[in-house]
Every structure is written in structure tokens, then in C-alpha cells.
């Protein structure tokens, strides 16, 4: 076991702050990283902020960050996959059975033994929970390491872990393509990210937005339409018109407003996690054979599936890149959705701690 630097919340109402924790010594498998850079996603305020009380209640201290970008330092003498000083990722989990019929299908996001990169029991008893990014170095699993395309910038690679695949993977299994009208809703970190992947896909994309201002990003980031959606007539116009839409609103919102856009077996898939429960108008549904579902990230595979497609396709997200210092402040920002369109940790800002 050694110690690594960390930053932590104490708390559901303290801000975080800097910690020493243990990091396992490596097993046989094992690469250790020195994480570089570490994307900041609402999913780490929430669980920071112990907003998801009631179906994953937060265990304290708790060090976020799952959006990790780094160069391993060393590897176990049975890893074969990659060699100190490579570049790698690592998103949202860090371990899982291997054995069960999802992992076995390379669907880790669905193994009923997953392991988060933060707040998951720690197998290996080094500390009683899992701690994420917002740290100097993690030692992971071979088999949940990626490879990080050369050709990236390493602070817009980072948010590729966590939201990158979020919203690949719900476009990939719903077929978006070229001839569909494609609609996201709420231009945040994933949000941003899903309009890159639409309009890399080929699809007609429709940016649907609170904020007036970001309407020129929104057309710069590959969007066709921007809609302002408090206005209703703007709404109104684009009605039973979808074949797809990704919501990535991460607080409440009327839903049912975007299920009425869509067009017959037209699916509106959740990503945002908002704290609260939202209503359904079961109507809007069943008048044009409409389907609600969600998605969790998404497994190794297509994770690095994702990886490579942004590498050949240049793709990363658009960064504010901050010291480890400023992450209160970036989560108060990220509340007030006054982020563009995600902030990157340079993790060398936590060696002057
Ligand atoms: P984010 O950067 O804060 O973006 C959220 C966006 O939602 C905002 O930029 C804003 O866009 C819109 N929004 C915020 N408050 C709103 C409100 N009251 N009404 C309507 N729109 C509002 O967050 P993120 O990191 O992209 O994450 C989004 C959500 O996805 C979070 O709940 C997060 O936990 C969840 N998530 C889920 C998964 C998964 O596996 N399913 C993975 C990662 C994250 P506009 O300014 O354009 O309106
Ligand atoms: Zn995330």
C-alpha cells in the first residue's frame, strides 16, 4: 500500500479539499497510472453532494473524478496489454465479475458486481470504498484500462471516459444515422458531446436549450437547429417530428414536452440523472407508440470502440481546463450550467498541495 494526494468532500455540505489516501501496491494485473488530467462530470457533484441518496447513498470521505486520462508508471507481471509510459484512460468502472452473461458480452456496465471507479466497496480491502480521479495516481485492472488515442489533446480526451461514451452508446443502439432528425436536450458536458456524435453519425441534429446564449456553440459543435425551450412555439414547430432524442438534463425538467416531438416509435433515452423523479404523461406515449428508457455509460468494448472513433475522427470535448484548487468554484458553475462545456482538472496543480 502507498499514499497518493487526493481531493475529497468530508460531507454532503462540505466543499472539498485536500487528502491523503491509500492506493493498493500492484497485483500480477494491475497497471499503476499517474493521472494527468480528470474531466469533471455533474455525476461527481451529485455524488459529492450525496444527491443520490436513495439509490446510491454517498460514503465519506468520498474523492470523485471517473473521467481519468493518464501514462502508466508501471505494470504487473502478468498485464500484456500495456507497457510504462503509454497513454490510457479510465471511465466509470474499474472492475466487475468477468463472468456473468454481461461482462461475458462485454456489457461491464450491466454486471450486477460492478465496481465504480469511486464509492463501490474496495475489493481488495485497501480503504472501504473505491476512490476516483481527483488524485495522483490509481492502480486499475488491466482489463478496465483503455488506450488513448495519440493524435488527442489530453485535457479534451479525458471527459471521452465517462461523458464521451455516455452518449455514444445510446446513439450507437438506437441507430443514429444519416436521415434521421436526432434532438439533445441541454448543452452541458454530455449534451455537448452528443451533438459531436450526431453530427458525426450523419444525422439532422437539433440542439434543445435553456440558455439563449450558447446558440452559436451549439451551431459551431455540428448542430443543424438550436431550439430555446421556453419558448413554446419554437416547441411547438418541431412536434412529432424526432426519431431520436438524448436528454442530458442533469435537475427537473417537464419531459413530456420532448416525448411529444417525437414521431411514431420515436424513443427518448435518459441519460441525465436528475435527483427527483420526473412525471410521465402516459398519453404522450402511447399515442405514437413511443418509448422512454435510459442508459448507463457503457461497457469496455465500446468504450474503446468510442475512443478510436475520436481518434479518427479528432473529436474531444471542449475544455475549461482548471487547477484542482478551483473545483468548488467549478461546481458552482456546473449548477448554474455556466460551463463550456466541461472542466478538466490539470492534475499537476495537486504536486503543489
Ligand atoms: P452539466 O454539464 O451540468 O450539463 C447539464 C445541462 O442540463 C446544463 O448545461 C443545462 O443545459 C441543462 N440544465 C441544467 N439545469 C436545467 C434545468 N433546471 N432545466 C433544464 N435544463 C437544465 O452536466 P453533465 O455532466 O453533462 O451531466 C448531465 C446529467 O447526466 C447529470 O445528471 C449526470 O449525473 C448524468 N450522467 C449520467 C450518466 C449515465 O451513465 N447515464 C453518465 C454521466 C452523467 P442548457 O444550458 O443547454 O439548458
Ligand atoms: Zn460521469
New binding site residues.
Given amino acids: 500500500m502507498y499514499k497518493t494526494k487526493a481531493y475529497s468532500a468530508a460531507s454532503a455540505t462540505s466543499s472539498l479539499a485536500s487528502i491523503s489516501i491509500p492506493r493498493r501496491d500492484s497485483t500480477d494485473r494491475d497497471v499503476q497510472i499517474e493521472i494527468l488530467f480528470c474531466g469533471?462530470?455533474?455525476?461527481?457533484?451529485?455524488y459529492a453532494r450525496d444527491e443520490?441518496h436513495d439509490v446510491m447513498p454517498t460514503v465519506y470521505p468520498c474523492v470523485p473524478g471517473h473521467e481519468i486520462v493518464g501514462r502508466v508508471t508501471k505494470t504487473g507481471s502478468a498485464v500484456s496489454k500495456f507497457k510504462e509510459g503509454d497513454l490510457v484512460g479510465i471511465g466509470?468502472l474499474v472492475d466487475s465479475d468477468h463472468t456473468c452473461p454481461n461482462c461475458r458480452a462485454g456489457l461491464q456496465?450491466f454486471c450486477p458486481n460492478q465496481v465504480l471507479t469511486y464509492g463501490s466497496p474496495d475489493k481488495h480491502r485497501t480503504a472501504p470504498v473505491t476512490y476516483g480521479g481527483y488524485s495522483e495516481s490509481i492502480v486499475v485492472d488491466e482489463s478496465f484500462v483503455l488506450r488513448i488515442p495519440v493524435n488527442l489533446s489530453l485535457a479534451g480526451a479525458a471527459p471521452l471516459l465517462?461523458?464521451g461514451?455516455?452518449t455514444y452508446s445510446p446513439m450507437r443502439h438506437w441507430g443514429v444515422t444519416k436521415g434521421k432528425k436526432v434532438g439533445v436536450?441541454?448543452?452541458?458536458?454530455?449534451?455537448?458531446?452528443g451533438v459531436k456524435f450526431a453530427h458525426a453519425f450523419g444525422a439532422h441534429t437539433v440542439?434543445?436549450?435553456?440558455?439563449p446564449n450558447?446558440k452559436e456553440d451549439?451551431l459551431r459543435l455540428g448542430a443543424d437547429e438550436v431550439v430555446v425551450?421556453r419558448n413554446a412555439d419554437a416547441m411547438q414547430k418541431q412536434a412529432g417530428s424526432f426519431d431520436f432524442i438524448l436528454d442530458?438534463?442533469?435537475?427537473?425538467?417537464d419531459i413530456n414536452a420532448y416525448i411529444n416531438l417525437l414521431t411514431r416509435d420515436g424513443n427518448i433515452t435518459?441519460?441525465?440523472?436528475?435527483e427527483k423523479p420526473l412525471p410521465v404523461s402516459a398519453f404522450s406515449l402511447i399515442m405514437g407508440r413511443r418509448s422512454l428508457s435510459?442508459?448507463?455509460?457503457g461497457g469496455i468494448p465500446e468504450t474503446q470502440e468510442m475512443l478510436d472513433f475520436c481518434g479518427q475522427h479528432n473529436i474531444t470535448a471542449d475544455v475549461e481546463v482548471i487547477p484542482i484548487q478551483k473545483i468548488n468554484e467549478a461546481y458552482e458553475r456546473?449548477?448554474r450550467?455556466d460551463?463550456k462545456?466541461?472542466f478538466s482538472i490539470d492534475m499537476a496543480s495537486l504536486k503543489a498541495e
Avoid: N
Avoid at 469533471?40 to 451529485?46: E, G, I, K, M, N
Avoid at 435518459?270 to 436528475?274: E, I, K, Q, S, Y
Fill in positions: 469533471v462530470c455533474h455525476s461527481d457533484l451529485h443520490w466509470c456496465q465517462c461523458a461514451i455516455t436536450v441541454g448543452l452541458g458536458g454530455l449534451g455537448h458531446m440542439v434543445f436549450t435553456t440558455s450558447k451549439a425551450s442530458c438534463v442533469a435537475a427537473e425538467h435518459l441519460v441525465g440523472a436528475p435510459g442508459s448507463p455509460i456546473m449548477v450550467s460551463v462545456y466541461r
